[in-house]
Nanobody, 118 residues
Framework: QVQLAESGGGLVQAGGSLRLSCVAS????????MGWFRQAPGKEREFVAA????????DYADSVKGRFTISRDNAENIVFLQMNSLKPEDTAVYYCNVLVGEVPVSAWGQGTQVTVSS
């Protein structure tokens, strides 16, 4: 079982930036693809970004392409989400997860709240 701990969220003005971190423990982190998801109030959790075990291939939701960048440090078991040009519609709780195919397979962590003010 993998334990996931997200951090780095906060309150930022529109146009600002945040860098989220997710520390994973409990399995060989470098063997797995990882993804970021988010859930806004009253909405379903949605996919944001993913990258392969090596970090060589990435994928993004259309809504964040060109603004967000996912990366990982396999030596430290951390996956990052750099978020630039933030918009109020990016406000949500952000979660990371292990991916098998495109499916998140680990128990969800607490997430980290991102709030973007207009």
């Amino acid at each position: 079982q993998v334990q996931l701990a997200e951090s780095g969220g906060g309150l930022v003005q529109a146009g600002g930036s945040l860098r989220l971190s997710c520390v994973a423990s409990g399995r060989t982190f470098s063997n797995y693809a990882m993804g970021w998801f988010r859930q806004a109030p009253g909405k379903e959790r949605e996919f944001v970004a993913a990258l392969t075990d090596s970090g060589g291939t990435t994928d993004y939701a259309d809504s964040v392409k060109g603004r967000f960048t996912i990366s990982r440090d396999n030596a430290e078991n951390i996956v990052f989400l750099q978020m630039n040009s933030l918009k109020p519609e990016d406000t949500a709780v952000y979660y990371c997860n292990v991916l098998v195919g495109e499916v998140p397979v680990s128990a969800w962590g607490q997430g980290t709240q991102v709030t973007v003010s207009s």
